[in-house]
């Protein structure tokens, strides 16, 4: 089994930066696809980016002007860096994992889920 759990999330000030941290622990040599969602307020939780162990990253348009996601060289540890953050980038922000790669697994396929980290951009 897999758990995963997310850390960072915090308030911010619109225009300012935040880096989100996630772990995976228990059977952490099976895990291939590791990616990060948000759920702003009133909406459906949506794909930000997802990173395989070589690196290679799925990421949205809008993620994309933003949003960098990183790996560490362990490979059971996924950061997302926010840039120019604004009122919209408020939300839960959750990691998740999968045991296949990203082609496969993200957004739609994957497996292990944490709790959540709440990200809020005051004006």
């Known amino acids: 089994q897999v758990q995963v759990a997310e850390s960072g999330g915090g308030s911010v000030q619109a225009g300012g930066s935040l880096r989100l941290f996630c772990t995976a622990s228990g059977y952490t040599a099976s895990i291939g696809c590791m990616g990060w969602f948000r759920q702003r307020p009133g909406k459906t939780r949506e794909a930000i980016a997802g990173?395989?162990?070589?690196?290679?990253?799925i990421a949205t348009d809008s993620a994309k002007a933003r949003f960098t996601i990183s790996r560490d060289k362990n490979q059971n540890s996924v950061n997302l860096q926010m840039f120019n953050l604004n009122s919209e980038d408020t939300g839960t922000y959750f990691c998740a994992a999968s045991p296949v790669d990203c082609t496969l697994a993200y957004p739609h396929g994957m497996d292990y889920w944490g709790d959540g980290t709440l990200v809020t951009i005051s004006t």
């Open positions: 990173i395989d162990t070589d690196g290679r990253i």
